[in-house]
Each structure stands twice: as structure tokens, then as C-alpha cells.
Nanobody
């Protein structure tokens, strides 16, 4: 069965960095676009970033553009989110998600499997 397991969350200071990982299994990873999304306290789920099947195309929400970098390693069935210049507004539970096909979408309804999430807290 499809499994997505996130890791790498934790506490970071404002201006700091964290790298999230999402290990995937149970499907042909290289055939599907992947994304990261987040849910801040008392807010809805927000799409953050997406990556094409081969990693050649990446997409970002305006709120993270220039600070976050998504990448993937198809040999390791893993997608990453490098987060730099973190600020308290980045505090959220971060999820990775498998797209239902090869296309990256900002519409979260286009994703059919989700991980359990990893908590990121940015605070001094």
C-alpha cells in the first residue's frame, strides 16, 4: 500500500533552516508529481510547493518563493523540502502528498495520498 513518511521537522529560530524529507513506498515514485502542503494552527491546509516527476519543474507558493527549495531523488523514492530564512509564520504541520498523476497541481484535491505530517515550529 502507498505510504508517505515525513521527517525532519522540529524547532528552528527565525532566520534558521530545516530540511524535510518524505520517504515514499507502495507505488512507482518516478511516475507521479509530488507536493508539500502545510497547516498552521487554526488555519486551513495550504499548498506550499510541487515538483514534476523527474524534478525538472518546480513550483512554489508566493509565501515561500525564494526561501524554500523542493527536490526529489527518484532512486531513493524521496522528496525533500529545504526551508531557509524561516519565520514564525512558517510554523505549521507539514505534509507531503502524492499527486494522482504526473502533473503538479496547486489544487489539493488533485492529491490522493498524504503523509502523517511533521511539525515545524519557528520561534526564538
Amino acid at each position: 500500500q502507498v505510504q508517505l513518511v515525513e521527517s525532519g521537522g522540529g524547532l528552528a529560530q527565525p532566520g534558521g533552516s530545516l530540511r524535510l524529507s518524505c520517504a515514499a513506498s507502495g507505488f512507482t515514485f518516478s511516475n507521479y508529481a509530488m507536493s508539500w502542503a502545510r497547516q498552521a494552527p487554526d488555519k486551513g491546509l495550504e499548498w506550499v510547493s510541487g515538483i514534476s516527476t523527474d524534478g525538472s519543474d518546480t513550483y512554489y507558493a508566493e509565501s515561500v518563493k525564494g526561501r524554500f527549495t523542493i527536490s526529489r531523488d527518484n532512486a531513493k523514492n524521496t522528496v525533500y523540502l529545504q526551508m531557509n530564512s524561516l519565520n514564525p509564520e512558517d510554523t505549521a504541520l507539514y505534509f507531503c502528498a502524492k499527486a494522482s498523476n504526473f502533473q503538479v497541481a496547486g489544487n489539493l484535491n488533485k492529491y490522493d495520498y498524504w503523509g502523517q505530517g511533521t511539525q515545524v515550529t519557528v520561534s526564538s
